[in-house]
Each structure stands twice: as structure tokens, then as C-alpha cells.
T-cell receptor
């Protein structure tokens, strides 16, 4: 069964304290891995797509990496505005754009 | 550009009542999706529409129906609401060949 697991469930950081979020997956026929950011009361907002092991993408303080079994979202010197829930989703083979989502990591960055 | 617009933002229903959640996108996307989000769980696909005129079941379709009214609009109907359908519902859209799904702000539904 296709499965996506994110860890930790929640993470509290001090401003400037770098860390990483993990997304591990067990799927057949991975086509791509997506990271989204979700602010309270809002819909998910696209951050990155990764398609092959070894690929990396960066945006401001965020960097996403991909291996054959997991992806990491590295947050360097976070600021309070980085506080949000970060969702990982994998796209699997099939007749449509099927995404399987993890439950997310709630990140709180304190001044 | 508004992107994906969902109405209403909040709704409270009594068990057995019916309602329709509305979704419209202005990005000229062919594909549209309905998800539900529950605490501690990932987003789960209810129904999707690959293109105008087609709809298909997702992971959790029971208790729901959908209508792809035209290319812009995709509605989700609860015929007889149940407390288990208390959730946050998200609509999304994407363009074939472009894998990114764009989401609306959600409808928060409580069924008492």
C-alpha cells in the first residue's frame, strides 16, 4: 500500500536555529515528490517539486532534497514567518495526477 | 487572478441535511479535485475531474457526489450529511502535463 510518513509531527525552533523535516515514502511508481506550505485557515501553497534521487531545490531559507526512500526539507536560520504546517505529497503512476499526502509537520519558530 | 475560489468558507449542518460546496478556478485548468483534511491525517482525495465532462472517484467517495458544471466550476454535494463528514474541504486544480495542484482556501464544515 502506498504510504507517506512525515516526522516530526511538530517542531519548535528558536529563530536562527536550523533544522530538517523528514518525509519518508513507500510507493510503487514514484513520479514526483511535492512540498507544500499551509498556513492556519488557508489552503496548501506549492513550494517545490522533486523528480529524481539526488535532486535539490532551494527557495530563500528552504532547501528540499530527495533520495530513493525519503525527502528532507532543510530550514536554514528560520524566522517566525516560516511558522506553518509543511506537507509532503508523492505523485504515483496512474491515469491521473494522483497525490498521496503525509499528515504534515507543524513548525513553530519563536523569536 | 483569484486562483481557486471556494464557497462557503464555513458551514454548520444538522445530520441529514444536504448542501453543495462550490469551487471555481480562473486559471483555465482542465483538471479539478476535491479533498478532505482531518486532524492527524493527510489530505484525502474524494473525487476528481480530469477534464470537463468527466468525473471519477478518489480514495473516500462514499456519501458525496460531484458535478463538473463547466471548465471553471466543480461542485461537491453532500446529500445527507453525517457527523463523520465534519472536516475541512479543499478544492484544487491543475493543468495536464503540469503536476502542480493549486488549492483554494477551504470550506470548514461541521455536521452536528
Amino acid at each position: 500500500e502506498d504510504q507517506v510518513t512525515q516526522s516530526p509531527e511538530a517542531l519548535r525552533l528558536q529563530e536562527g536555529e536550523s533544522s530538517s523535516l523528514n518525509c519518508s515514502y513507500t510507493v510503487s511508481g514514484l513520479r514526483g515528490l511535492f512540498w507544500y506550505r499551509q498556513d492556519p485557515g488557508k489552503g496548501p501553497e506549492f513550494l517545490f517539486t522533486l523528480y529524481s534521487a539526488g535532486e535539490e531545490k532551494e527557495k530563500e531559507r528552504l532547501k528540499a532534497t530527495l533520495t530513493k526512500k525519503e525527502s528532507f526539507l532543510h530550514i536554514t536560520a528560520p524566522k517566525p514567518e516560516d511558522s506553518a504546517t509543511y506537507l509532503c505529497a508523492v505523485q504515483v503512476g496512474g491515469g491521473y495526477n494522483k497525490l498521496i499526502f503525509g499528515a504534515g509537520t507543524r513548525l513553530a519558530v519563536h523569536p | 487572478n483569484a486562483g481557486v475560489t471556494q464557497t462557503p468558507k464555513f458551514q454548520v449542518l444538522k445530520t441529514g441535511q444536504s448542501m453543495t460546496l462550490q469551487c471555481a478556478q480562473d486559471m483555465n485548468h482542465n483538471s479539478m479535485y476535491w479533498y478532505r483534511q482531518d486532524p492527524g491525517m493527510g489530505l484525502r482525495l474524494i473525487y476528481y475531474s480530469a477534464s470537463e465532462g468527466t468525473t471519477d472517484k478518489g480514495e473516500v467517495p462514499n456519501g458525496y457526489n460531484v458535478s463538473r458544471l463547466n471548465k471553471r466550476e466543480f461542485s461537491l454535494r453532500l446529500e445527507s450529511a453525517a457527523p463523520s463528514q465534519t472536516s475541512v474541504y479543499f478544492c484544487a486544480s491543475s493543468e495536464p502535463g503540469w503536476d502542480i495542484q493549486y488549492f483554494g482556501a477551504g470550506t470548514r464544515l461541521s455536521v452536528l
